[in-house]
Structure formats: structure tokens, C-alpha cells
């Protein structure tokens, strides 16, 4: 089989991006999801206002949700996927974005809390399950700068949606703590990360254990587990839930004070 161009010896070709995009960034990092963590979750806003429904008036997404999240039946990426699919036999790309240029929100805060990081020589790094061409317009459209670890839509030549392809693979899309033991290794300071799901845990573990601060968004999966591991995997001064980026921001000086 014909070795990757972005490999370089042994090394996968994830990990030979990653270093690409640590290389723009200043030495200490700041990683955020995007979806449920900077704005409102995407793929839910998009799938309540366009996706198609069962034949009892459900949601079809709320199915592959809990297939995900609760059942174990489907993958990470399986779900996600099964979403996109629905919504680009719904509308076109291009429509989707149009509609969410107008509808979407930013969580409340969170370009102070971006300001403050630039000021503090911290860089802020998305790493997004999400889809590239969705997110790429839509941080361009809120004014948020920041470099974009995320999956990818592929098209077939007719244009119609053909798969989705992962950062790493079905199972995980992307495994972002694996990304963030990574940037430790290569000696890039972990100040935090923020999350708000099921998705986002891998990456509060590898974060707790590089001695970063967790920021929870909003009850869920991932407050959920914080809650469950402090004192074990993360430390109880170490993670915080959240629902505004202020009342988070003497828990983020405080850490870059310290680092």
C-alpha cells in the first residue's frame, strides 16, 4: 500500500498534521470543541430545523444520538455520519450554512475568554467532530480565529454526499486526547480545555493528566463524568461546569498565572 504523503517514517499521518498546526501556535494551548462548547451544537439545530422524523414524529437524530451515546449500538462516527447523510439529502451545503449564518449563536462569552488567552500568549486550538466545510464558514462568520482539527465531507462527482472522513477513524472520528497527550509530549503547555459531551471526554482525561483546568459547558456527558472522576481522574480545583464564559474566567487567569 502506497505510504501517505503527510506520514513521515513510522509517524501516522495524524499525528504529522498535528504537529503542522502546533507549529503556528504559541508553546502554551487552550483546546475547545466546538459544538455545545463555543456555539450552539451544530449538527442538533441544524438536524431540529431540517432532519427528517420517524413514523411516530420523532427526530430520526435523537435515534442515532442515544444509538451513540446510551445504547453503544452505533460508533461515534457511525452517528454522526447517519446525520449528515439525512441533512444533505434534506438541503445543500451551501443552504445549510446560509441558514445557519443566520440563526446560529455563539455560547455567551466566549470571545472575551479567546481575547483573554491571545493577551496571556495562550493559543486556542477547535478540535471538532464536526464537519470542516461547516465549521471553517461559520468561525469565519462569528469572528473566532483559531486553528481547525475536524472531519471532512466527501462529495461524489455528482455532488451528492458520499462519506465522511475521520481525523483518526469510525470508531472515535477524532481522538482528541490523543491529540493533546501528543502536544505535551512535544512540550507544548496544557493550560485547559473546554467540552460539553460524551466526545469530549478522552480529551478532559489527557487534559487532567497534563495538569490543564477542565471547563465543563452546561450539564451533560462530560460534567457528568468530571463529577463521577474528581478526586480520581481530575481533581476537584481542577474542573468547573459552566453555562457562560465569564464565570469562568478567574478560574482560566488563575491557571495561566500558575503555569
Known sequence: MKRSTLESGTEPAWKTSWRQVLAGCHS????????????GDILVVLNEQFGPVDADGVKVWKRYDRAFKVDGTMTNGAHLEAEYRDLLEAKTLEELIDWLKVNHLLIPGVK?????LAASGVSPVAISNGSRQIAEPMLVHHGVQMPLVANSLKFADDGSFAKLEFVHNEDDGVRKGDLV???????????????????????????????????????????????????????????????????????????????
Open 112 to 116: 472575551d475568554f479567546l481575547k483573554t
Open 28 to 39: 502554551s494551548l487552550f483546546l475547545l470543541d466546538l459544538d455545545g462548547t463555543i456555539w
Open 181 to 259: 497527550t501528543a502536544a505535551a509530549e512535544l512540550g507544548y503547555r496544557i493550560i485547559g480545555c473546554a467540552g460539553d459531551s460524551k466526545g469530549d471526554i478522552c480529551m478532559a482525561e489527557a487534559t487532567a493528566k497534563a495538569g490543564g483546568l477542565v471547563l465543563a459547558c452546561g450539564p451533560g456527558g462530560l460534567s457528568d463524568w468530571c463529577r463521577t472522576n474528581e478526586g480520581k481522574l481530575v481533581g476537584s480545583n481542577d474542573w468547573l461546569e459552566f453555562e457562560d464564559y465569564g464565570s469562568v474566567a478567574h478560574a482560566l487567569q488563575a491557571r495561566i498565572g500558575g503555569c
